[in-house]
């Protein structure tokens, strides 16, 4: 798809197999997704800490591909299930390759821990001691720590004839304590390291002899699991503390809802969450000198194979590590940076005004989040505001639209929202909105039990002077203020008729019994999104057939989705130019002769994760571009309520394709490129060719729609896209 003279340069030349797949394992792809989040704590051009949250990241992306990824490949194997994925695996082959790369890339990842960031953070100022290694007075303090704070917490669960081998839940992390009674019998207890206490138990300076004047301040810690070894003679009295191991234990997590139990889905979510505590294991992480006897128990009373042990010689349960990225020390951080709001929407401002002038467009987290949590704000009071519909993803803690929204039914709006129970890993929260919202007034829907409703759309009807006038917002991120601030993510403003008219139809489906499968403008699913997107992928193969060059760039988290993987072939194959930005999981295979010759995948990992979804064709000239919140991935297409929204102001359609698309195809610094052979190689800038980074230009521009593009550079010319 690229001549010589305009491909990028990478670091290295890739290995080209005997024999290449058709399609990348997507388990196997997503790991090696999680291999460039660990080069990314590993790459010194980050401030330390940083570095440190990206190590962090690393392990809780690891402990969550356990929980489901791996807790799915087993579910498959208990079942009898033997059929072999699209690369040719069977489940268990799976597991196998996957242990092989996860062994190694923890080890990888505990050197440089070990040898790179611990020492450059204790010449920083922030050292991770061993308990052993402590003076005399810090050993006091400490053991008044664990007396007064810690102690009170803990529960020894002893395991014998009389005492059964206690639950360990998930991702709980526990000290295997052999101890010896006075009549000389040996004895296993497990004890608990408290989730309710920082990991890390901070240290104090000592202030023993020969430590004289004052001192620049210094953060120093110890593990809570050597604190606690050390202090097991006070658990155990009377009683021999031999020796004690930690492990880490890593569960099934994935909800099962049934359709035959779900009259109450609220209910059955609650239930099911309780039951997440009980799955089963699905890894197994031990101190690696263990003893036999003890891993043995272990294994036994968990109920797993050797094979779902995962030694290790150092601390445990690395995700942990986030905790020293909150310490008060912005000279190791990103410097801060102030999200830019677009001057008619800033506070004060006439939002309703603004929106009804032409439609807006915010990038997060370069553009505020503010403005739509201030548009829902503004609704709540506003007299002629009668109604306001909503779904609700994920919000996180205290979110002020929450407020707003409840705010809005006790001013006597009509206030309908749809909350979705079934989003991973929030559920609890969301419970607690949903009952927050019905408590207030607010007409709350938990969505339909097969699917999950994943579009994010905010609806306000408001009563003007002309006639009932519709809002909407539409985004490809949830409406967290947080999160706005980590991850890239779009959003359209619009009054529109049609869109509205459209939020207006999807709404009724999900609160009522409407069937409405037409849509005037959004492309929703399921459905919806895999037809409208094959037909423009078909309409590009015919204008690449015709001579009028077919050019397709796609934006998004994965693809994984085998039946648009072959749509995306079939248009290389008819010679249709084809960049795909796929920031974790791709089963596509790029740049194989004959099948994906014209297919150029790469992805991005830097400060902030990209997380918006952009589908642009080039329609001989008449460029299309959509924005939405479905990944190209089975369960979005098919198994979702996801929406696909057009972007139709020349202006805005112009400064997405040159000044969004553009700067992420020229990234030559944080992108790399997929290789045939599913490797990723880091994209290098070309001779005389400075350096780029989309993120860091971002930061450093006014973004507001219209802004000027980058210069062109060698990696990808300006007449690729938007020709």
Not at 139 to 149: H, P
Not at 349 to 362: G, Q
Not at 518 to 529: A, E, T
Not at 633 to 647: A, G, K
Request: charge should be neutral.
């Amino acid at each position: 798809m690229q001549t010589a003279e305009n491909a990028p340069r990478t670091a290295k030349k890739a290995r080209v197999p005997r024999v290449r797949p058709v399609y990348f394992n997507r388990e196997l792809s997503w790991l090696e997704f999680n291999r460039r989040v660990l080069e990314e704590a590993m790459d010194s051009s980050h401030p330390l800490l940083e570095q440190v949250k990206f190590l962090s990241i690393f392990h809780s992306n690891l402990d969550e591909f356990f929980m489901i990824r791996v807790s799915g490949l087993k579910d498959q194997i208990a079942s009898g299930v033997g059929e072999r994925s699209p690369d040719g695996l069977t489940p268990r082959e799976q597991l196998t390759v996957i242990r092989e790369r996860v062994l190694e890339m923890r080890a990888q990842a505990r050197h440089y821990w070990e040898k790179g960031l611990r020492p450059r953070l204790a010449e920083a100022g922030v050292q991770i001691l061993s308990y052993d290694s402590l003076k005399k007075d810090q050993k006091a303090a400490l053991r008044d720590y664990f007396a007064s704070t810690v102690y009170p917490i803990l529960t020894p669960l002893a395991v014998d004839p009389a005492h059964p081998f206690p639950h360990i839940s998930n991702l709980s992390l526990s000290l295997a304590v052999a101890i010896r009674d006075p009549e000389k019998n040996e004895r296993f207890a497990r004890v608990k390291i408290p989730q309710v206490l920082p990991r890390l138990a901070a240290v104090e300076p000592s202030h023993g002899r020969g430590d004289a004047g004052p001192r620049p301040r210094r953060h120093a810690f110890v593990w809570m699991e050597e604190l606690i070894a050390a202090h097991l003679d006070m658990l155990f009295r009377g009683m021999k503390v031999l020796a004690s191991f930690p492990f880490h234990v890593v569960r099934d997590a994935d909800l099962e809802i049934r359709l035959d139990e779900a009259e109450d889905l609220l209910e059955t979510i609650e239930q099911s969450l309780a039951r997440r505590r009980f799955g089963s294991v699905t890894q197994l992480t031990v101190a690696a000198d263990m003893p036999a006897h003890i891993r043995g128990l272990l294994l036994q009373n968990l109920e797993i194979e050797e094979g779902d042990v995962y030694p290790d010689d150092g601390p445990l349960a690395l995700a942990d590590l986030m905790q020293l990225c909150e310490l008060d020390l912005p000279h190791l951080k990103d410097p801060p940076f102030r999200p830019h709001v677009p001057p008619s929407l800033r506070p004060g401002s006439d939002l309703f005004a603004a929106i009804r002038s032409h439609d807006i467009v915010l990038h997060h987290p370069y553009d505020s989040i503010n403005p739509v949590v201030e548009l829902v704000r503004a609704a709540s009071v506003d007299p002629d505001v009668l109604a306001i519909k909503m779904t609700i993803y994920r919000v996180g803690r205290n979110s002020p639209i929450v407020a707003a929204l409840a705010e809005a039914a006790d001013n006597g709006k009509q206030v309908s929202v749809v909350v979705e129970l079934k989003a991973r890993f929030d559920e609890e929260n969301n419970i607690v909105w949903a009952r927050a919202l019905e408590k207030a007034g607010v007409h709350v829907v938990y969505g339909e039990i097969e699917l999950k409703t994943h579009c994010k759309l905010l609806l306000i009807v408001r009563r003007e002077t002309d006639g009932i006038v519709r809002y909407v917002h539409l985004g490809t991120g949830n409406y967290n203020v947080r999160t706005a601030r980590l991850y890239t993510d779009l959003g359209l403003l619009t009054c529109d008729p049609a869109i509205a008219e459209d939020a207006s139809a999807l709404f009724n489906v999900l609160t009522g019994y409407s069937a409405n499968t037409g849509y005037r403008k959004l492309l929703v699913s399921p459905g919806g999104i895999r037809q409208g997107l094959a037909e423009r992928i078909e309409r590009e193969i015919s204008h690449a057939r015709a001579g009028r060059g077919g050019h397709i760039v796609f934006k998004m988290n994965s693809l994984t989705d085998y039946r648009s993987a072959d749509l995306l072939y079939r248009a290389s194959q008819a010679g249709v130019m084809i960049d795909l930005i796929v920031r974790s999981a791709c089963c596509l295979v790029p740049g194989v002769k004959g099948l994906s010759d014209t297919i150029r995948v790469v992805s991005i990992v830097g400060r902030f994760l990209e997380h918006h979804r952009i589908y642009y064709f080039r329609n001989g000239g008449e460029e299309e571009v959509w924005l939405g919140s479905a990944d190209m991935m089975q369960r979005n297409l098919d198994s979702r309520v996801e929406t696909l929204f057009p972007i139709e102001d020349p202006r805005l359609k112009g400064w997405l394709i040159r000044s969004v698309l553009l700067p992420h195809l020229r990234d030559n610094v944080k992108a790399r490129e997929l290789q045939s052979d599913g490797t990723y190689v880091r994209v290098c800038p070309g001779p005389n060719e400075p350096p780029f980074e989309v993120q860091r230009w971002f930061l450093e521009q006014d973004v507001e729609p219209g802004v000027k593009p980058p210069q062109e550079g060698r990696t990808r010319p300006l007449a690729r896209v938007g020709d």
